[in-house]
């Protein structure tokens, strides 16, 4: 059974600061997808990467796929409280089914 | 208009009741899916159907009955229901049978319908 292992599991900075998430595995995926869920709500999608060592950028957030297409990280510069939530990344396997890891809750205090 | 739009949000029920869960999605796609979100937060698909058809059946009780009476509509029942039955469970939508490596073709993702099972 393939897993994504997601760290941390909690996260809890003040504004301003930066920070990084991780997404790991032993297995490799055809495609990985970060997605925020916030309470109440189900997941939004944030990024597709797809080819190893390949960087998307989105506003102040930089997702980055591994080389080996095996891990993901999510970098946030200068963290607002609205970026607030349940980050989840989740990976495509052979099958074309969706992996999915446990998220990083992050709490970004004012 | 929310996208995909699933009832009801919360549903507290006891043990051996049967109950419903209805989901409706208005961006006119062919494929729809039911995830169950447990209480460690972790996603797993339970059924997906392509034009009314069933594509994906993971290995769900079959207690879980998904119906789908047209392409915009996938409704799931749920029979004799168990304390572990109890998550939040989304319904969802793609255009296509999701396969990874469009990036066109999203997976939006409903509200959510938090079940507990008392």
């Known amino acids: 059974t393939q897993l994504l292992e997601q760290s941390p599991q909690f996260l809890s900075i003040q504004e301003g600061e930066n920070l990084t998430v991780y997404c790991n595995s032993s297995?490799?995926?055809?495609?990985l997808q970060w997605y925020r869920q916030e309470p109440g709500e189900g997941p939004v999608l944030l990024v597709t990467v797809v080819t190893g060592g390949e960087v998307k950028k989105l506003k102040r957030l930089t997702f980055q796929f591994g080389d080996a297409r095996k891990d993901s990280s999510l970098h946030i510069t200068a963290a607002q409280t609205g970026d607030t939530g349940l980050y989840l990344c989740?990976?495509?396997?052979?099958?074309?089914?969706?992996?999915w890891g446990a998220g990083t809750k992050l709490i970004i205090k004012p | 208009d929310t996208a995909v739009s699933q009832t009801p949000k919360y549903l507290v029920t006891q043990m051996g009741n049967d109950k419903s869960i209805k989901c409706e999605q208005n961006?006119?796609?062919?494929?729809m899916y039911w995830y169950k979100q447990d209480s460690k937060k972790f996603l797993k698909i339970m059924f997906s159907y392509n034009n009314k058809e069933l594509i994906i059946n993971e290995t769900v009780p079959n207690r879980f009955s998904p119906k789908s009476p047209d392409k915009a509509h996938l409704n799931l029942h749920i029979n004799s229901l168990e304390l572990g039955d109890s998550a939040v469970y989304f319904c969802?939508?793609?255009?296509?049978?999701?396969?990874?490596?469009?990036?066109?073709?999203?997976?939006?993702f409903g509200e959510g319908s938090w079940l507990t099972v008392v």
């Open positions: 989740a990976g495509a396997d052979s099958n074309y089914q969706l992996i």
């Open positions: 297995s490799v995926f055809s495609s």
């Open positions: 969802a939508s793609s255009q296509e049978v999701w396969t990874g490596i469009e990036s066109g073709n999203t997976i939006y």
């Open positions: 961006l006119g796609h062919d494929t």
